[in-house]
T-cell receptor, first 116, second 114 residues
Framework: GAGVSQSPSNKVTEKGKDVELRCDPI?????LYWYRQSLGQGLEFLIY????????KSGLPSDRFSAERTGGSVSTLTIQRTQQEDSAVYLC??????????????FGPGTRLTVL | AQSVTQLGSHVSVSEGALVLLRCNYS??????LFWYVQYPNQGLQLLLK??????LVKGINGFEAEFKKSETSFHLTKPSAHMSDAAEYFC????????????FGTGTRLKVLA
């Protein structure tokens, strides 16, 4: 079956521009996560969506970052006024809702963002 | 607050030697523990996980990990390294205490020497 997909795979943008990153989770998975992976920094949690509940935005680094999830499926991560320090690989993952604490997360291939 | 510490950002072993990747966690509530692997130019995938029950957990590709509550550790081992094991390995802890948290360590890059 189809896994988690992300688009674009690579994005190069100029400092100050806005970017949108898209994530399509596995069908039936109601939990969705965004992470940022920087060189030598591991995975930094950004935001978590669980069904129809309010998202956990505690990991968003600044108000330039926002995310939404439409129809409980596709999610878009938006970065406004990009800065060079935003350059990283942005990963999306999804998991089953029933017991997210013990559930495996299925990761997409990521979007590599480069801010010039 | 929960946290995960992976000792050693880079580990090198000879082919056929024991692989030991260390992971320690901090949690005020019972944790669920995971190891994920990221092969070059690929996404993360689950190696193994501990939720409840037996503390020695076996995963894919001959890896296993043991949950030691007294040591707050969940070290990953494999008796004999293979060249194909070269990858980055991430330990993660998941807890629920009013809010749900899933925290990853900073990763350990494993190099296997011929």
């Amino acid at each position: 079956g189809a896994g988690v997909s992300q688009s674009p795979s690579n994005k190069v943008t100029e400092k100050g521009k806005d970017v949108e990153l898209r994530c399509d989770p596995i069908s039936g998975h109601t939990a969705l996560y965004w992470y940022r992976q920087s060189l030598g920094q591991g995975l930094e949690f950004l935001i978590y969506f669980q069904g129809n509940s309010a998202p956990d935005k505690s990991g968003l680094p600044s108000d330039r970052f926002s995310a939404e999830r439409t129809g409980g499926s596709v999610s878009t991560l938006t970065i406004q006024r990009t800065q060079q320090e935003d350059s990283a690989v942005y990963l999306c993952a999804s998991s089953l809702e029933s017991s997210p604490v013990g559930n495996e997360q299925f990761f997409g291939p990521g979007t590599r963002l480069t801010v010039l | 607050a929960q946290s995960v510490t992976q000792l050693g950002s880079h580990v090198s072993v000879s082919e056929g030697a024991l692989v030991l990747l260390r992971c320690n966690y901090s949690s005020s509530v019972p944790p669920y523990l995971f190891w994920y692997v990221q092969y070059p130019n690929q996404g993360l995938q689950l190696l193994l996980k501990y939720t409840t029950g037996a503390t020695l957990v076996k995963g894919i590709n001959g890896f296993e990990a043991e949950f030691k509550k007294s040591e707050t550790s969940f070290h990953l081992t494999k008796p004999s390294a293979h060249m194909s094991d070269a990858a980055e390995y991430f330990c993660a802890v998941s807890t629920f205490s009013g809010t749900y948290k899933y925290i990853f360590g900073t990763g350990t890059r494993l190099k296997v020497l011929a």
